[in-house]
């Protein structure tokens, strides 16, 4: 359903925010400085904790703007407004010294007349004690918070009251402090006392940043009831910035982006140009004109001015946050800001500015940074509405781009010419490039851009052009792989029609291509081997009559992954090996060593090597990046490093993982596999929403006559584990009916093996003759299943096990075999279930077998509490209560609270690193480096990270 108010019901992206004001609270007295930009969402934030907390006492005043100084006391008489709604004046007064409450006079009326001397030190201090003493006694029996917003307009009566407060904060309150970062230019009166509170122990400082795109994406969703279309987010969220108020004022009902911002808004943006000298606000709609980025060099030419002159016109937008400097260049604090500025100039002028920039690159390029040019170039001859020249410097620009792997920026160029292209009757023979040939670049582009859907439209348009079977097969087969990762059902009808358009005689590079891509979907689904393997020795013979190393590497890739066997996992590694050789000796693109990666980290998880898993999956994870492809290859490589993270126990380590690939906006079929360690990990930890959430994700996009088996199969074991838990044993039935009838799980035994697992769990649990029925089939089933290498094996116990279960037998000996292969195997969460099993399993009446029971349970306790697994924990808590076990005794593996996840960021902190150099080390986003940060500063209890850093070495932790 549709939200006709524009406003996004749920608050998107700010979980960690929520959970950060959830600890302060717990941990009373404590002061929060809440920063962020206008309408990042301070308030919002606010709200949603206290509404969560109807409970909890809560007192809200907020500073007003009426003067450049501001009201006196403005936040702290609407604090009392409320306390004389709720207590009454008399109320107050019993709160207060002898019954009166005559010593807060200045603050409200109702308390009586001022005192005569209230201008002197001793009125003033008079009054900041019975402020003091007031949330002292009202917090004396229960807890209470105070939140005082907007301080950046504060005069220096209220910045002076609220630091007494903080400074003897009483034990029972937190108070909560917003500003506008934005606001705070360099001589503002608040920065001082911001940098005087925070050296205080209960002080903790949180930045509200802006949105991450997925966050965008969740908000949007909720504002219009679906969700946009990649290409409308990308515009969203390139203008907003991930601003949630910018948000808002960009979506309409239609799926449509404003162009015209409300007037609202704009005041708000505007509001502090307004107020800067008018030669300034000239010179800064000649900067608006320049795009994001301005070197002073290319704005000095621009606008005739020496340097003197223009740093002194532009000091004053500087000093005023209006602009910021990066280097040696200029930028408006805000996309939609410099939007504004260049929405006021009039037509006119808008041409002639943009002619001004693009004949003084025209003259100097070095202007701006090298590779830089030819997008500038783009830009303004484009805006300044000369088609021909706008054309020619796209295709340049489109050109530059590709080289430097900035696949986006290709992309959007590429558009632009098609934009143009009937405009110039001779495109074709100035570019020296037909419009189809454009379009084959899109396709391409979109592509390594991520941007699978145009990929498909664009192919689609270059099909209706093209007459030649060759080129039509070049185009099917593109169109074809970016349908794959969409999930499209017929994906495989245009490869085989490409297959079916190129002869095998003579061979050719796109024969050899298209047989290479049909034979890589076709050997991953469940009955497609065979064939998937004829067609990729095809594929090779044909790479290697025409000299295509690339395709070779993928052929070869290809038939290992066909004769792959858990057993012999090695000389599958050896042939990877070979593939990487044939590439290297002249491969052309990088498309196969990241596919030899993939391969590989997927092996070796398969073996159950999952360390050596994470590190070949991170490094392949980086070479993405590299290549400019980490929406792509890079995100679904980051499902080779969470699964592995997973199977290691480092759960939060995987869900940062995938919350940083999520944000990157991956194709469906991506998205899919990202989603489902998401719900595999809820499952585990019990937030059952967070799963039905993923499985929803998982059906939206998978079905069983074209999906892989390596994502069908999971996908139908987390959905039989959540109706288990769930409750729902009727349902679980009917999924496991599905999969034995509409699947084949023993055509592979690392995919299919876990799932008849939690299939034969789903019977054990639900017992009844319907779940005997199904047991027999799943029996049947597993038989036929191919045998294994070491992980196999234990699923194959564990299967056991589970069956006897369901048989009403409890296999102690099974139960512990399983135990010990999965402890060989390192993977913490089977082991602390089999653990529990083997303790259930165990004879109670005999007292040898108690002290085995207890180190079982204690053990599997440890891990279930390490990994935050709270529903085998409770189970664990359950059967040693039962059976009169103490699990005391335990220890963590934290140290000063501390996860192992926040030891690996205090390490680098500890370094000197950034959030962003901590993002990009441990693959997480900038912003969830930032959580982390602040988290250990709160449990180290100090102030800044070089404190943080020396209690570190101090204790001995990094």
């Not at 794959?484 to 024969?511: N, Q, T, Y």
């Not at 299943?785 to 194959?796: D, K, N, S």
């Not at 099993?837 to 077998?849: I, K």
Request: aromatic share 4%.
């Amino acid at each position: 359903m549709q939200n006709q108010q524009g406003v996004s019901a749920v608050l998107a992206g700010r979980a960690d925010e929520l959970a950060f004001l959830g600890r302060a609270l717990r941990e009373v007295p404590a002061a929060l400085l809440v920063g962020g930009e206008a309408g990042v969402g301070k308030s919002r934030l606010i709200r949603e904790f206290l509404d969560a907390r109807p409970g909890v006492r809560t007192f809200v005043g907020g500073c007003l703007q009426i003067s450049a100084e501001g009201l006196p006391f403005a936040p702290f008489s609407a604090v009392l407004r409320r306390m004389v709604r709720e207590i009454g004046v008399e109320g107050i007064a019993a709160l207060l010294p002898g019954g009166t409450p005559a010593g807060l006079a200045r603050l409200l009326p109702e308390f009586g007349e001022p005192d005569t001397e209230t201008g002197t030190a001793e009125a003033r201090t008079r009054l900041f004690d019975h402020v003091l003493l007031l949330f002292e006694r009202l917090t004396a029996d229960e807890q209470a918070v105070l939140v005082i917003e907007d301080v950046h307009w504060a005069e220096r009566s209220t910045r002076d009251l609220l630091s007494y407060l903080i400074r003897n904060i009483p034990s029972g309150l937190l108070v909560i402090v917003t500003y506008r970062s934005d606001e705070l230019h360099r001589d503002h009166p608040l920065r001082p006392l911001l940098a005087e509170l925070n050296r205080a122990d209960w002080v903790r400082r949180l930045d509200l940043d802006r949105l991450p795109r997925r966050a965008v994406a969740e908000q949007a969703r909720d504002i219009l009831g679906r969700d946009l279309d990649q290409r409308t987010l990308d515009a969203v969220y390139e203008r907003s910035e991930g601003n949630p108020l910018f948000v808002e004022a960009l979506l309409d009902c239609n799926d449509q982006i404003n162009g015209e911002l409300p007037e609202s808004l704009r005041d708000l943006i505007l509001g502090s140009v307004r107020k800067l000298p008018e030669e300034t606000q000239d010179i800064l709609r000649v900067t608006s004109a320049g795009g994001d980025r301005v070197e002073h060099a290319l704005l000095a030419a621009v606008t005739g001015l020496d340097d003197g002159a223009l740093s002194r016109v532009l000091r004053p937008a500087v000093a005023a946050n209006v602009l910021v400097v990066d280097g040696e260049a200029y930028g408006f604090r805000h996309a939609l800001m410099r939007e504004a500025v260049h929405g006021d100039l009039l037509p006119g002028e808008h041409t002639r500015t943009h002619t001004r920039f693009a004949e003084a690159l025209e003259k100097n390029p070095s202007l701006v940074p090298m590779g830089r040019a030819a997008a500038e170039l783009a830009h303004h001859w484009y805006s300044a509405h000369d088609a021909t020249w706008a054309l020619f410097s796209a295709w340049k620009a489109a050109q530059v781009a590709k080289e430097a792997t900035a696949y986006t920026e290709c992309l959007r160029m590429l558009d632009r010419v098609l934009e143009l292209w009937d405009k110039v009757p001779d495109a074709a023979e100035r570019l020296g490039v037909d419009h189809t040939g454009v379009l084959e670049m899109a396709v391409d582009a979109s592509d390594l851009a991520g941007e699978t859907e145009r990929g498909v439209a664009f192919a689609k348009v270059a099909l209706k052009e093209i007459d030649d079977p060759i080129r039509a097969a070049g185009v099917l087969e593109h169109r074809g792989r970016l349908r794959i990762r969409l999930g499209h059902p017929k994906a495989l009808d245009d490869l085989r029609e490409a297959a079916r358009l190129v002869p095998a005689d003579p061979p050719s590079v796109v024969r050899a291509r298209v047989l290479s891509t049909l034979a890589q979907h076709l050997y991953l689904l469940p009955t497609g081997l065979e064939e998937g393997r004829a067609l990729a020795v095809d594929a090779l013979t044909t790479a290697r009559a025409v000299g295509d190393a690339t395709v070779e590497a993928h052929a070869l890739t290809t038939i290992a992954g066909c004769d792959f066997s858990e057993d012999d996992g090695e000389r599958h590694l050896a042939e990877l090996a070979k593939a990487e050789a044939v590439y290297l000796r002249g491969g052309s693109d990088d498309s196969a060593m990241l596919r030899i990666a993939t391969n590989e980290s997927h092996v070796l998880e398969g073996l159950g090597e999952h360390e050596r898993a994470v590190e070949v999956a991170r490094r392949g994870v980086a070479f993405a990046g590299k290549s400019g492809v980490a929406r792509t290859s890079g995100a679904f490589l980051s499902i080779n490093l969470a699964e592995p993270l997973v199977s290691l126990g480092r759960w939060d380590e995987a869900l940062e993982v995938t919350e940083h690939a999520l944000e990157l906006s991956p194709p469906p079929l991506t998205r899919v596999s990202l989603q489902y360690i998401i719900g595999v990990i809820a499952v585990a930890r019990g937030d059952l929403d967070a799963a039905a959430r993923a499985v929803s994700t998982l059906d939206a996009v998978l079905a069983p006559t074209f999906s892989r088996t390596q994502e069908l199969f999971p996908a139908e074991g987390l959905r039989i584990d959540l109706r288990v838990a769930e409750g729902d044993l009727s349902g679980a039935l009917d999924a496991v009916e599905h999969v034995l009838a509409d699947l084949q799980p023993s055509v592979s035994a690392r995919y299919g093996l876990p799932l008849l697992c939690a299939a034969a769990r789903a019977c054990a649990e639900a017992g009844g003759e319907h779940a005997a029925r199904l047991l027999t089939r799943i029996r049947a089933a597993t038989e036929k299943a191919p045998e294994g290498g070491r992980v196999q094996q234990a699923y194959a116990l564990l299967f056991e096990a589970e069956v006897a279960r369901a048989e009403g037998v409890l296999d102690r000996e099974t139960w512990a075999a399983a135990a010990d292969a999965f402890e060989a195997l390192k993977q913490p969460y089977p082991l602390a279930y089999t653990l529990l099993r083997t303790a259930e399993a165990n004879d109670p009446h005999d007292t040898g077998a108690r002290d085995d029971t207890a180190a079982r349970l204690r053990q599997a306790a440890e891990i279930a509490e390490g990994l935050g697994a709270r529903p085998l924990l409770e189970r664990i808590e359950a059967h040693a209560r039962r059976s009169r076990i103490a699990l005391g005794g335990r220890t963590g593996t934290s140290t000063l609270g501390l996860t192992p996840r926040e030891l690996e960021v205090l390490r680098l902190v500890a370094e000197g690193r950034s959030n962003r150099e901590i993002a990009g080390r441990l693959f997480i986003s900038a912003k969830t480096a930032s959580v982390h940060v602040s988290n250990i500063l709160a449990k180290l209890q100090v102030g800044s990270r070089g404190e943080a850093a020396a209690a570190a070495h101090r204790l001995g932790l990094v």
